[in-house]
């Protein structure tokens, strides 16, 4: 409490003041008025006036404990702008402190009281902390974001960090973030090295001498972080707490523990100069320049392999039509000699064919340019367009695949990635080792393990509640859950008293309300997680909780990652190298779920998606709990040959996890859950549902289970092949986001449906014939564009393409050879007029058609109806606009948002 700012709100607001002289005199006062050396006062009892000199101040506080609070909200409310803290924190109070009573005639009474009681403590001393960051979170407002430093200053003199294992350019940043600000994100997309970044921000905290405490909603998660700190080797200075069953395992060998950490640190050289953290920054710029080449090389590489698939597809539509029979213009089009030709030949080529597809005129100059630029005359093109241009797309497509090659064989990608492996692994992480090494040295007290050690020989057998706080203040680590950490640090709420850092990992499984107890007690919080996977359950329907926050504090429906993430928003970094799974699985999670930010280390293997259809019969079980599907169980069988080695079995649903169990292990079979920061070789997704009224329902329910992040989570958890054993039909017209999965797995997998069609976006989205507004010929066409240009703006994940070939969409050779009319009509420059497709895997959603008054003429209903019926057997939805139809937005949306597939 500052004294004047007290002085005055006292006399204001005519508050009593309890003022110790130093003396050793106590006394209430009234104060009238203050200098800059006295204060002037009458005593509370008798009325008397009196003086004492502010130097003959030893403390004060309010008489009343009400006036103290209210005068420490709005000193805070200054700091904050803010006028109402203190209303706005009763009302957090009322709220958690409801919630907290729910969950207590839910869960075990005793636990549920001891909780209350320091959610209490908290909210009763709140008001006296000067620096919080439970504060921060309750006004959505930061104080300081660089912790007392200068912030131009901070950013000019930092130090390379400090790395336990190699790393990478988005973890540095991610680790620097860390340790400059006071609330940090750190968010991990599956496979980016999130544990091995948390490692690192561990090490950076210990080498500046500060207390670290690693926290989780789950074990699973802990014990990810307590392995890979075992396998490095900087001394055992780290602990592992918990619930009462960790505190019984650990005990027994606690003293052993505390010995052999003694004696590594006692054993630790020390040198007396040293250069480490210029050595280190010397290798960082080395490494910035060869991590810069290396990002590049990686994503020359996922390009290279996003074109590979869409030459297959590109093939599959070539043999679909026989381009390879048509030998003269082959040996034209092999006359390209390279990409930039080819590509300056396909807008030129492409442009006459709209035009001569619209019955427009091309005059003798257009033809002679056509001829100059694409070597094709014009009778060529008017006969054979597209056959010519799906050759030339092909030599195009050749040609970039073949510039990508040599880029990634001048660039040396395994040698660039040796030399950067060799600067970490030798001399950068061994000089992070040493500096660590020689902090612990400098903070190792021989009077605290002398201490320990006479506490434990005094109570005769080893009682860890009674040495639990040494423990703590000896090991610059503590690991616990984020459910044991009140208990593990009960000391620190009836105190002041601060953790350095804490680091919650899987932060979108905790709820916030596990997490406020972190936020009051920490000057540091770095939270890591993913909001794209699986989220903490709250078992709490909307009517329970009576208290009203704001949408973005409330409990039900956010975690503690999604709601720090929305009150503060605190600087927040994605790591972005993915190291963990072949780049057609992760290649899915990166399209649908990561915005394709992330970079894939690993190769493709054409083999690695597999979906395998379980449509015969139904064989859906449903207790109204759960469901069962032992058919497809019976098929995963079969697929694995009862060999469950490097493999995990997983579903949604407990009842087929159980089943699976009993069959194989719970080690290697159970909800897909259970298996959230795991990953094996293989994976094997059983969806269970079929088409019965029990699937249905549960489908379009409220609590369907295949959410994105359980599709994530699923799909991410496989390294090397990701098996989906699903009804493919039932949940490709009732499930979007299986829908979404299975077309993925058919464009990407080894074998491409006869169906499955992918527009060449890598081409036409740079094509002026089939993207700009003036290839629209009138005010109608122009207006659905707009209408679909403002729709795409709300769907950013689709795209539109004009007037490009119906070949494109019709790609089925068996459908053709049939329907040979319907092959005639498409090679004689059929073209459409926009396509709507989803840029995720280029799959055509929707076919718009504008109907002109010529379209009532028998030639042209002809010609319609075979683009009709082909359109129609590829499953490609058809919406024909009447140029005299009146169109709004709104009708526009309603349509596409009904019938897009």
């Not at 009763?90 to 919630?99: A, D, H, S, T, V």
């Not at 989205?765 to 993207?771: A, D, H, I, L, P």
């Amino acid at each position: 409490m500052k004294l004047k700012e007290c002085l005055d709100y006292s006399i204001k607001n005519n508050k009593e003041l309890l003022i110790e002289g130093k003396n050793g005199r106590s006394f209430y006062i009234k104060v009238s008025r203050y200098d800059s050396v006295k204060i002037f006062y009458k005593f509370s009892n008798s009325g008397r006036d009196g003086i004492i000199k502010f130097e003959n101040v030893k403390s004060f506080r309010f008489k009343d404990k009400e006036d103290e609070k209210d005068f420490f909200f709005i000193e805070l409310g200054k700091e904050y702008n803010k006028k109402d803290i203190k209303t706005i924190v009763e009302n957090f109070k009322k709220y958690y402190l409801e919630i907290l009573d729910i969950i207590s005639g839910k869960e075990d009474n005793k636990y549920g009281n001891y909780k209350k009681k320091t959610y209490e403590k908290i909210f009763n001393r709140l008001h006296k902390q000067e620096d919080n960051l439970l504060l921060d979170y309750f006004t959505g407002m930061k104080r300081i974001q660089v912790e007392e430093l200068d912030k131009e200053e901070h950013n000019k003199n930092i130090d390379p960090v400090i790395l336990l294992q190699p790393s990478n350019k988005s973890q540095k940043k991610s680790i620097e973030a860390a340790i400059k600000h006071k609330i940090s994100i750190i968010e991990g997309p599956p496979g980016t090295g999130k544990t091995t970044t948390i490692l690192s921000v561990v090490a950076n905290m210990i080498y500046e001498n500060k207390k670290v405490v690693v926290v989780s909603k789950n074990n699973s998660a802990i014990n990810n972080v307590l392995n890979e700190l075992n396998e490095i080797s900087i001394t055992e200075c780290f602990v592992r707490l918990g619930r009462q069953t960790v505190i019984d395992e650990l005990t027994p060998r606690l003293e052993e523990k505390i010995k052999n950490y003694e004696k590594e640190i006692k054993n630790i050289s020390v040198n007396g100069k040293d250069n480490s953290k210029k050595q280190m920054k010397k290798l960082c710029d080395k490494l910035d320049k060869l991590e810069n080449d290396l990002e590049e090389l990686i994503k020359i590489k996922n390009i290279l392999i996003e074109l590979e698939n869409n030459y297959r597809h590109l093939i599959k539509r070539n043999e679909a039509y026989g381009f390879d029979n048509y030998k003269d213009i082959i040996k034209k089009v092999d006359r390209t000699k390279s990409s930039s030709s080819a590509k300056r030949s396909l807008n030129i080529v492409s442009e006459v064919l709209v035009n001569i597809s619209e019955g427009k005129k091309v005059g003798i100059i257009k033809k002679l340019l056509t001829y100059i630029n694409s070597k094709f005359l014009f009778k060529e093109l008017r006969d054979n367009g597209i056959i010519i241009q799906g050759l030339l797309e092909q030599k195009f497509l050749e040609y970039e695949i073949t510039d990508m090659k040599n880029k990634l064989e001048k660039g040396n990608l395994d040698k660039l990635q040796n030399e950067i492996s060799k600067i970490y692994n030798g001399d950068y992480i061994s000089l992070s080792k040493e500096l660590v090494l020689k902090s612990l040295k400098n903070r190792y007290s021989k009077e605290d393990y002398e201490n320990i050690y006479k506490k434990i020989q005094e109570n005769g057998t080893l009682d860890f509640s009674k040495i639990k706080r040494e423990v703590i203040n000896l090991y610059p680590v503590i690991m616990t859950t984020v459910d044991a950490f009140i208990y593990n640090f009960n000391y620190l709420f009836d105190k002041d008293e601060k953790i350095d850092c804490i680091i919650i990992d899987e932060a979108s499984q905790c709820d916030i309300m596990s997490a406020l107890p972190l936020l009051y007690v920490a000057k540091k919080i770095v939270v890591v997680g993913d909001n794209k996977q699986l989220s903490a359950i709250i078992n709490m329907e909307d009517n329970e909780i009576k208290t009203k926050v704001e949408a973005k504090y409330d409990y039900r429906k956010g975690n503690f990652l999604t709601t720090i993430s929305k009150a503060i928003a605190p600087p927040s970094n994605m790591l972005l190298e993915h190291y963990r799974c072949d780049y057609n699985i992760i290649n899915y999670c990166n399209k649908y779920f990561y915005d394709n930010k992330l970079i894939v280390y690993k190769e493709a293997k054409k083999d690695s998606m597999i979906l395998v259809n379980n449509d015969k019969g139904k064989y859906v079980d449903s207790d109204k709990v759960s469901f069962v599907n032992l058919r497809e169980i019976i098929t995963i069988e079969g697929l694995i040959n009862s060999d469950i080695a490097n493999k995990f079995i997983i579903t949604p649903f407990k009842n087929q996890a159980n089943n699976l169990c009993e069959k194989y292990s719970k080690e290697r079979c159970g909800t897909i859950h259970t298996f959230q920061g795991k990953g094996e070789k293989e994976v094997y997704f059983t969806t269970v549902l079929n088409n019965t009224s029990e699937g249905r329902k549960h489908l379009q329910g409220n609590h369907n289970l295949f959410t994105n992040e359980l599709i994530n989570v699923a799909v991410s958890r496989a390294k090397d092949k990701f098996v989906l054993v699903t009804d493919r039909n039932f949940f490709f017209e009732n499930d979007k986001n299986v829908k979404n999965l299975i077309e993925y797995i058919e464009a990407y997998g080894e074998i491409i449906p006869d169906k499955t069609v992918c527009i060449f976006d890598y081409l036409y989205k740079e094509m002026k014939t089939y993207t700009v507004i003036d290839n629209c010929d009138n005010i109608f066409e122009k207006k659905v564009k707009d209408c679909i240009d403002k729709y795409i703006e709300k769907h950013n994940e689709y795209r539109v393409v004009v007037k490009i070939p119906l070949a494109n969409l019709v790609t089925d050779k068996g459908f053709l050879e049939k329907r040979n009319d319907i092959k005639k009509f498409i090679l004689n420059n059929a073209h459409l007029d926009f396509t709507i497709y989803d840029k995720r895997i280029n799959k055509p959603v929707m076919v718009i058609e504008l109907d002109g008054e010529y379209h009532k003429e028998e030639i042209q209903k002809e010609r319609d109806k075979k683009k009709n019926e082909a359109l129609n057997y590829m499953e490609i939805p058809l919406w024909r606009l009447n140029s005299k139809d009146a169109i709004t937005f709104q009708d526009f949306e309603d349509y596409i948002d009904n019938n897009i597939k």
